[in-house]
């Protein structure tokens, strides 16, 4: 049996690039999404085959999700919740 690491090259690597549409793509597309929401400090560059990250230092607010959607829904809101690739939880709250 091949380790975890040859599973993740030989198998899945291709699967999750293409269900991300690529890297450059899902790069775009997290820009954007936190461009949107006031949250990028930083920048993302692509540059002879390597990425970098560039960011500044800023307080993250972390919150319970479970929490913040019971609130919403106290005050009348319907919440859709999702999981992004990377793990961070979107949740957009609609007044009923």
């Known amino acids: ?17 293409w269900m991300a549409g690529g890297a450059e793509a899902t790069i775009s597309r997290g820009q954007q999404e ?11 560059e692509h540059e002879q085959g390597s990425w970098l990250l560039r960011v500044s230092a800023y307080r993250k607010l972390r919150l319970e999700p479970a929490r913040v959607k019971r609130q919403l829904e106290t005050h009348g809101f319907v919440v859709d919740a999702g999981t992004g690739l990377s793990g961070m939880i979107r949740m957009t709250a609609t007044l009923a």
């Open 1 to 17: 049996m091949s380790s975890t690491t040859e599973h993740y090259q030989q198998h899945l690597a291709r699967i999750y690039s």
């Open 34 to 44: 936190l461009a949107g929401l006031g949250l990028l400090h930083g920048d993302i």
